[in-house]
């Protein structure tokens, strides 16, 4: 299980793409960068003093560092320099705004992000992956998300919004809304601290598929925490309780039953087949239903 959990750390990348002056001290990842920001057309590279802009067109990319931002359009505002009424003062250098649109690819190996249209506010400190195809990728990890990929860098936060899934091989996590927390350690490097779901989620493996209401990982501990309606299938086999924790170190899982509730409902039948409640409750027990293997028919004698 702890595969899937680390592919949120994936998001990260997103926020190499801001100037080094425009995070909070002590909080840039380590993908971060000094350098100066390098912006490639293919067509041209338009600067209006009236709007403080600099638009890239055509296959642009921006890049700083190992970072690269590569989409059809790719804009850079700006606040000084030139102002609107003709005034020359210089070439604008403090960008406030960046926005690529288009088939937007981030990349800083061995990550990669897609989607159609990227935009990072210095102001709010927000980074903001929106579109169609939302996917943040390495040669074996992805995430994706219908609406938003959101990175917070002043609360060290990131989210994925709309069906979020992270997916590695066969194991996958998935939830309407994932938010994964960060900290800086004592050399300033981000660490991943822990990962919420605060709508139901799923994960599912080769082997079994737990579900639950909301759901916490606490990295340092390695432990994932499931509450709510939590249920563990696999195979003709099931466990239920109001709460679940899975010791990722020691492989040990726990179920737990911590409300009382109406009492529990007889199993539905299906080919002869005991099923897990569709709305499981609980009676303050927790419950495990275990089925023998099935021994298969020994063959005619001739």
Partial sequence: MKHFFAVITLLTVFTA?????GRAQGTAPPTASDAPVEIFADKTLEWDRTKKTYTAHGNAIARQGTMQVRSDTLSAHYSGGDGAGGTRSGIGSN?????????VEISSPPYTGHGERAV????????????GNLKIETPSESL??????????NQNRLTAIGKATAQRGTDSLSADNLSAFFAPDATGKIDLQRIVADTPLTVKTARETVTGDSGVYDVAAGKATLRGRVRLLQGDNWLEGTRAEVDLKTGISKLFADTPAAPVRPALIVDGVAQPPANPVGDGRVRGVFYPKKKEPEAAQP
Avoid at 17 to 21: G, K, L, V
Avoid at 95 to 103: D, K, N, P, T, Y
Avoid at 144 to 153: G, L, M, Q, V, Y
């Fill in 120 to 131: 990072y506010d210095l102001a709010t400190g927000i980074a903001t992956l929106t579109g």
């Fill in 17 to 21: 793409a801001m100037p080094a002056d």
């Fill in 95 to 103: 960008i406030e705004r960046l926005v690529a649109s288009g088939r």
């Fill in 144 to 153: 994706t998300a219908r609406d938003k990929i959101e990175f917070n860098t």
